[in-house]
């Protein structure tokens, strides 16, 4: 456990570039991997998750190296995986492990599949039922969950698979899986999530397509079988992480901050879209396109903020940015509602329990329902002082420090090591703008 303090600061001013984006980053190696030929990929983020996912495909057989910054994937075409002679340990990393699953379901070998405290207690039935109808078949942990083995399929079949709730992560496992088996994979999710995946399939070569169907949902299909062929990829810097900095200039007075070379994929975005509508300043600069993703620089001037009403619809565009806007929403006039959260009861940590007990022990009033939160902000700065539980959840931890940097007084999380999966330099960075982050010291 690594204790951590973030005591107010004065205004952040600066700039600063955040690291890869962490889905871009996992699905560059995979499909690196999945490729004939090398890929390169640059701007991967190196951090706790993404090395897992390197060290995994590792042992399925791929060459994965680090030159300079660059890394270099010498892949083994769609289907040519070897099985591992040892437990694929994902660490914290659920996307890593979900995809990496779906990769694996339609290979002719046994993989089995562990991680940390937390993504033993993450749920994989969501995965499970669509890689069985592929052909896979499991061996889990009561309640479906890691450590796991998969049996995969020795013949492959391509699927449709209406998905029950919107999730990039269950989207990209049936995608992965797809591609080898013969014939068209179809997945319609309720309601459009990150198409990464799609993306990059598309860059390195597959036949896919997608459709917006009348009722809202979306329509995926790929043709299985393709011939990938290694590419360049240029990871765009993840706007997941830029959340921390953006929220952080918004709400700390005076502050006045520039984020570069972040991506602002349209299915990402939401939280830029919840905090304009809270009255902050941001201007996209310098829009551009990058490995396939629409990359601008962000910058953003702090502002007073007012309470909104974020729509369940908004969830998927912003699915891993409630924890930082909760800090938003602290520090706000009136009542922030965030509708449709369900989903996080299931992330690293139960994030609506660990958001509403944080807000609680720095002085913020919440309620919070099943898959709800009410947050009545202190139109300034809150009280702080609180001592946060961070549930191997480096989204909280990251949050709650954001948070302390506008409160009157000091917050502090039990442990800052799980940053580390995502976000390595997250306190040096911020204290480059300005912030006052460090260990906790005892007392
Ligand atoms: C991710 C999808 C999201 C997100 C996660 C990364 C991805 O999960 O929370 O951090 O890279 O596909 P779900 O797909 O389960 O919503």
Redesign the pocket.
Known sequence: MQPMTSRPAGALNGRCTVPGD??IS?RALMLGASAVGQTTVHGLLEAEDVLSTATALRHLGADITCREGVWVIEGRGVGGLREPDQVLDLGNA??GARLLIGLVASHPFTTFFTGDASLRGRPMRRIIAPLQRMGATFCTRSGERLPLAVNGSQQPLPISYTLPV?????K?AILLCALNAPGETTVVEPLP??D?SERLLRHFGATISTEDLADGSRRISLVGEPELTGRRIDVPADI?SAAFPLVAAAIVPGSSVQICGVGINPLRTGLLTSLSEMGASIRLDHQREAGGEPVADLAIDAQPLRGITVPAERV?AM??EFPVLAAAAACATGVTRMLGLG?LRV?ESDRLAAVAAGLNACGVAVDMGDDWLAITGCGGPPPGGGHVAVHLDHRIAMAFLTLGMASRAAVSVDDGAPIATSFPDFAALMNGLGAQIGPRVAG
Do not use: Y
């Open positions: 962490k889905s996992h659920g996307t919107a999730s990039a992560q269950v990209s999530s990150r990464h997941s998927p699915v891993d989903e992330k």
